[in-house]
């Protein structure tokens, strides 16, 4: 038996913020990040429309990108005093998923970081409050997804908490909210949208009910990323819908290795300077990850698939892998993303000699591959890397080199 579950209300296009005045309850917690939504006037917004609902508002402010599970206690705490029924999360992934971390948490004070994370493990939440979200990035989808990714930062790791308890009761896309996203941010999380497409489409999971979404996902990105990137509003407007399906297809489809590799890389060296932000990393290793998995025959058709919906051309699957990989990176080269982590300045932009040192990447290398195959995503990869080939694939994310193995 499989399950396909997505929020109860989806509220989408322009003023779809305005969807907080229908929101029954008392008390509303809004959790946010460092100041761009509030800067921006969207916080306010939130606030005052809440209030028109009836409902006493506090605020849980300056949640961290990538959120620690510091943060997530503590948000937990505020929670635990101010009893609120609903969580309103507004922002991009990271102040979202602290939130349903969170949330976690408050229904059950007694509940560990480690147990959070037994993939579909999460006790019954909404005995004490549900949960709304608010995206104001396009790419994590994570108003819609069954997923939240903390950070620890002791380990260096990333952690993805994955139940169908933490999808949202009510998601909430205006577009109006992406329209101030800097250029970078477009870039990385259009990239992290399209890795989830695809990975969903060649998940092991993948169903008749996500097939569509993925697809018609990939098409969009494909027409509207790169001109969001350069400033077309109304393709920036599309991009946040198509993150959103993207979205819908991976939280019941699940991912692969891409996001396996980049969970357990992103913070890895953070101690020379630098995150390798999330979407950056998926757009490096997509590529590499493709042509591992294009070994296995029916992911192999299903990359084929793919090129044919983009109009890549190619005469057979071969030939049509090979015009996919090329595609993304050329993306990558349109939006200013390197091609791999020995490129991947501190600033994230392609540079000569990347912020992780060489050396260290192969000191580290064994256990980070170790940590990637043990990742909640690597389960629905369509070809189940060991350690050695995980461990020559990562390599191949450092050098740029071919995967032919
Ligand atoms: N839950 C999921 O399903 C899922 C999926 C993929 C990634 N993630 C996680 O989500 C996090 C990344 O989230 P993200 O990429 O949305 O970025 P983010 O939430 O970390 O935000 C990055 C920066 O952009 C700013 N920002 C956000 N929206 C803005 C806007 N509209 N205008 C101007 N500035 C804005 C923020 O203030 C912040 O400084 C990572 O921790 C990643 O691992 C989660
Ligand atoms: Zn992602």
Known sequence: MARFTLPRDLYHGPNALEALKTLPGKRAMICVGGGSMKRFGFLDRAEAYLKEAGMEVELFEGIEPDPSVETVMKGAAAMEKFQPDWIVAIGGGS?????????????????????????????????????????????????????????????????????????????????????????????????????????????????????????????????????????????????????????????????????????????????????????AANAMYLPKVIAFNAKDPTAKARYGVIADKMHLGGENDDEKVALLIQYLRSMNDDLNIPHCIGHYGADSYPTEQGFVPENVFLERLPEIAKNAIADACTGSNPRQPSQEEMEKLLKCCYYDTEVDF
């Open 95 to 279: 102040p979202i998923d602290a939130a349903k971390a969170m949330w976690i948490k408050y229904e059950y004070p007694d509940i560990t970081f480690e147990d959070m994370c037994k993939v579909f493990g999460i006790p019954p939440l909404r005995r004490k409050a549900h949960f709304c979200a608010i995206s104001s990035t396009s790419g994590t989808a994570t108003e819609v997804t069954a997923f939240s990714i903390i950070t620890d930062y002791e380990k260096g790791i990333k952690y993805p908490i994955a139940d169908f308890e933490i999808t949202p009761d009510v998601a909430i896309v205006d577009p109006e909210l992406a329209h101030t996203m800097p250029k970078k941010l477009v870039a990385h999380t259009g990239m992290d949208a399209m890795t989830h497409a695809i990975e969903a489409y060649v998940s092991t999971a993948n169903c008749d009910f996500t097939d569509p979404l993925a697809l018609h996902a990939i098409e969009m990105i494909q027409a509207d990323l790169v001109g969001s990137y350069n400033g077309d509003m109304a393709k920036r407007d599309a991009m946040h819908n198509a993150q959103c399906l993207a979205g819908m297809a991976f939280s019941n489809a699940l991912l692969g290795i891409v996001h396996s590799m980049a969970h357990k890389t992103g913070a890895a060296f953070a101690d020379y300077g630098a995150h390798i932000i999330h979407g």
